[in-house]
Each structure stands twice: as C-alpha cells, then as structure tokens.
C-alpha cells in the first residue's frame, strides 16, 4: 500500500485501539493533523483541540489513569514540544502509560537552528520511559506498536515519539503489519518462589502488620488481592496518595494515606508495625518522613515490578520483583482462612488512635471550612472520578474524599500544579457517563484556566471546584510554620479575576458559594446540572492541613493534632512501641 509516513502514523496509533487524542497543531506536524482530520472524518478518532499543549499532555495522563489504557497526545516542534515537558514528568513520575508525538523539522534540516528547531529527544531523555526519533517511515508500524508496548508494560510510563516533517510527507510502501523487536526488554512479572515463602513466613509470624499500598499496586489492579490478603490475616491497610483506592477506604480496616499529610492513626501504626509489607510503593519521602525512623521496629516485605525502587531507599528483609497482582496471588494460594490470627491487640491499639485523633471538618459560622466543601462532594458524589490540583485542597481531599480503584487521579511525584483541570477532561472523554469533579485551588486553576476554552468547544460535562482561600495555600502554610510569616509573594487576592464571570465568558455555567447555609443545596444543583460547571467556593482564608509531619522529623512527630481524649493511649500501646509514640500521643 502506497502512503505516507503521516497516514502509517495515525493507522498505527488506531491499531492500537486508540479512539481519542489530544493536541494542538503546529507547523512541523501538519502532515500528521491532514491524516488525524481525515481519520475524524471516517469515524475513526476524535480529535480534542486543547488550548496549551501543557493541557493535551494532562488531559492524556488523566484519560490514563482513569482507563488504565494508554494516553496519546500530540504537538508541534519547538515550544509545542516543549510545553509538553511539565506533563511528561509528571507522568514518569507517577508510571503512567503514554504516547506522546511531536513533530519535528525536516530531518535534512535537524541540528541547523531552523525555526522552532528543538531536541525533544535530548530534552525528554531524563524524564521517558523511552524515546525514538523516526528515521525512515518504513520503521513508523514498528516504532509505533513498540512504543505502546513500552508505555503500557511493565513500570508504565511515557513514551516520546519524535517525527520530522519530510518523514510524514515521504511516500513509501506502508505495510501495518508490526512485528516488535525488544530483545533487551523483559518486564519480570513472576515473583521468585523462594521469596514469596520468606514473604508468607513473615507474615504468618506477625503480631503487628501493616499492608502499605502504592500506585503500582493500581497499575497491577491488584486491588482484590490486597482485599483479600488484608481480610485473611486480619491487617490493616495504608495507601499513599497514588494508591488511594487500592483497598475499599470504607472498610475497618482502611487507616486511609499516610505520610506527611496522613492521618494520624495510620502514622501512629506504621511506627508500631512489626511487619511492614510494601505493595507497589517506592518509600518516597512525603511518605517515610526522616527516613532512618521510618517503621523502626519492622521489618520490610518489598514487591514491586521494578527492581530499581526495590531496595533503594529503605532495604528489605524479602525482596520481591513481580507483578504485584501474581506476587500477591501467589501468596493467597499457599495460604488460607485457617491461619493463626495474631493481630487482636494490635487492631484494638489502631482504634483507640483513631478514636483519639479522627480526622474532622470544621464547621464555622460564618464562613465555609475548606474541608466542609470538599466533604461534602465527596458524601454527594460517592461514586464520581475526582482529578485535584496541588496543595492543601489536594491533602483535604486525600483524607476526606473516598474513592475506588483509579477514582483518585491526582499529580503526586512531581506536585504539578494546574494539572486538575485538563486531568478531568481526559478522564471525561473517556469516561463520558461517569462523573468527573476536579477539586482546585484559586492559584492551581490559574495555571491552566485556558482549558475553560476546551470543556466548553466539546461540551465536557466535568465539574471543576475551586477551594479559594485567596492564597498560594500550602505555600502559605509552610511560610506560616516555618518562616516567621514572612508571606513571600503567595498571596493571590490582587489581581484574582472574577472566576464566575470568567467561565460565563467562556460559555460555561459559573457559580459563586459564600454562605455555609448554602453548600449542601449549592453542591446538588452543581452534581445535577448537565453540563461543565465551574463553582468559586470562598472558604476561611488561614485554615491549615493537618495533621502535617514537619520536615526531618518521623512519622510519629505530627503536628497540629488534638489532644487525646483519653491520656492512657501510651500506656496501653504496645511494649515495643511506647518509646517511640510516647512524645507524640502525650
């Protein structure tokens, strides 16, 4: 079949099952946008216009990790393709699997300077799972079909695929059949027998265990296992911020996210764990705290599918490299109901925490708690996908909203603030009837407000939520605790636009909620109105995310808690665990 490089490319991307992709065109990509109109106009792809490139590589992302499917976004040379380097971070950094194609000038013309020349290649390189420049159009079926295959396995992650203009332009002899050639790439999905018999022996002698869940463990959909395994040896389960939904947060034995932001209950509990088994989890440092306290008395299980994270930072007594789903498959079979249950006092010592230092949302008179508005979403919307920005309206929603298997999509290795917004519109395209409520901040959402532009072309029904205290919030809060209140530039009252009229200029529904009176009927119209909703929530405008692990300090030195409604707590802790709670519970 005689066509072009640009037509190879898009019928090699449909190949692989791709119906939606998000871009903005350019110059160097035209070849490749001539054949994706042409693909719309057979039905076979949709097209979404974004309004910044910075909005395609999000909206991909959030389309990702709502489907568990691979995200596609494309763009032009030059600062098209550098736009785009924000959102590909943050996709390496939280393992998500991605396609992203920009174009390129001409190759005769590559490393002259010529306009909107860059080396996407080189300046993608730390931050891919992989990267190819095309060559030669007859290696576009390969390139395209190893690129998904890369992306989607093992680690997930971005893949950059890079296309000079003359390439998509050059007529050649197109044969779709792709035939991939990876000999060097072998994701290890079998956890080794011999570990995941030290694995079962260490468990089965536990006293007090502790389940700790990551996004991997998402990725793995292994979250029936980790049901499964949490009930049969009666564990409690902790997630961090990407393995939100990874166990039911309703169940007893949910501790919720640990870490910096967790709660209490479950900071308390991975210092006082004797087993710590980690499921898909890399032991980041808004999770561990001062790391050479982090679970002091346990000792560590380690599955994960890379065996880079596995040991890196904090060395495990069994280390397993695996699928987590078959790892923890494998476990499941060689153990049963029958088993010895020792874990009776530790569970009756995490419910006295969790009695002691419960999350709560405060509840003023005359003015809404930030808290109250992103609960009561949560308790209205129980079933909906939730997208957040970054900062303290993200660690509330983290601790309030309760959420299922890839329900939480949220920026959380890189902390990429305006990531909220376009993260929604993807999970909304591709999840038309489901509902999608992105939870911002009033400085997030100025970051990529112009995706205002994009929900209201494609008529995308996400409602976007904005928590406005009128600051760079967490900013502030850092500036308040740690630098005298020297409040150095986080202020955003000056210059804030009017958002409601912003969104009707726009075309979109916009709404304004002041009175605490009025947020459980405001919250209703919102959820039922059919259509894109952007709602400016005003909220107390110094309220603080507690409770917060200050920098340096171990998980049991939280701040910002409530004194204990019983003083005894310490002195029914277990024997191996009073020393190290001791300051914190008194």
């Given amino acids: 079949m005689l066509t072009t490089g640009a037509f190879a490319l898009i019928d090699s991307v449909r190949r692989q099952g791709v119906k939606h992709i998000f871009g903005y065109p350019g110059g160097a990509i035209l070849p490749v946008y001539d054949e994706i ?27 990702a990790r709502a489907t568990g499917e691979v995200g596609v976004c494309v763009a032009t040379s030059g600062p098209g393709a550098t736009n785009l380097v924000t959102g590909i971070a943050t996709a390496q950094m939280d393992s998500i699997p991605m396609v992203i194609i920009t174009g390129q000038v001409p190759s005769y013309a590559i490393g002259t300077d010529a306009f909107q020349e860059t080396d996407i290649w080189g300046i993608t390189l730390p931050i891919v799972k992989h990267s190819y420049v095309i060559r030669r159009p007859e290696d576009i079926a390969r390139i395209v079909a190893e690129a998904f295959h890369i992306a989607g396995t093992g680690r997930p992650g971005p893949v950059l695929v890079d296309i000079p203009k003359d390439i998509g332009q050059k007529q050649f002899e197109y044969n779709p059949e792709a035939k991939i050639d990876l000999p060097g790439y072998l994701p290890k999905a079998k ?126 007594e069994v280390p397993i490299v695996g699928d987590v789903k078959e790892v923890l498959q494998a476990i499941l079979e060689a153990t049963s109901y029958e088993e010895t249950i020792q874990t009776k006092d530790w569970l009756a010592q995490i419910d006295q925490w969790r009695s002691d230092y419960p999350l709560e949302v405060p509840a003023y008179d005359n003015v809404l708690s930030p808290q109250q508005v992103i609960y009561e979403f949560g308790k209205q919307a129980p079933n909906a996908y939730f997208t957040t920005d970054v900062g303290q309206h993200q660690m ?138 952007f709602a400016d929530f005003r909220v107390k405008r110094n309220e603080n995310c507690y409770p917060m692990v200050p920098p340096g300090a171990s998980n049991a030195e939280m701040v910002g808690l409530q004194t204990p409604k019983r003083s005894q707590s310490v002195a029914e802790a277990p024997a191996e665990i009073k020393v190290e709670l001791a300051k914190a519970l008194v």
Wanted: glycine share 10%; hydrophobic share 45%.
């Fill in 191 to 316: 956890g080794h027998l011999h570990q995941i018999a030290a694995a079962i022996a260490l468990i089965r002698e536990a006293k007090r265990p502790l389940l700790y869940a990551g996004g991997g463990a998402l990725i793995a959909e292994a979250h029936p296992e980790i049901a499964e395994l949490a009930k049969r040896f009666q564990m409690p389960v902790t997630t961090t911020l990407m393995g939100k939904g990874a166990f039911d947060e309703n169940e007893h034995l949910s501790l919720g996210m640990l870490g910096m932001h967790g709660t209490a209950y479950a900071n308390f509990a991975v210092q006082g764990c004797d087993l710590l088994i980690a499921v898909g989890a890399r032991f980041d440092d808004r999770v561990t705290g001062r790391l050479d306290k982090f679970a002091p008395e346990a000792k560590v299980i380690h599955i994960d599918i890379d065996a880079a994270e596995v040991g890196k930072n904090r060395k495990p």
């Fill in 37 to 63: 109109y042409q693909a719309e106009a057979r039905g076979e792809i949709k097209h979404y216009l974004v309004r910044h490139e910075q909005g395609a590589v999000h909206a991909a992302d959030g389309y």
């Fill in 396 to 533: 509330w929603a983290a601790q309030l909203i309760k959420t299922g298997p890839r329900k939480w999509i949220s920026s959380a290795g890189l902390g990429t603030m305006g990531y909220g917004m376009p993260a929604a519109m993807g999970a909304k395209v591709a999840l038309p009837n489901d509902e999608v409520i992105c939870i911002s901040g009033d400085a997030s959402i100025q970051m990529n407000i112009q995706e205002l532009g994009t929900l209201a072309q494609y008529g995308i029904k996400v409602k976007v939520i904005v928590v406005n205290n009128g600051w760079q919030g967490m900013v502030r809060q850092w500036q308040e605790s740690f630098y005298d209140e020297r409040y150095s530039s986080s202020n955003m009252e000056a210059g804030m636009p009017d958002f409601v009229k912003l969104a009707e200029a726009f075309g979109i529904k916009g709404v304004k909620v002041i009175e605490p009176s009025d947020l459980q009927s405001a919250v209703a119209e919102i959820l039922a109105y059919d259509g894109p909703v």
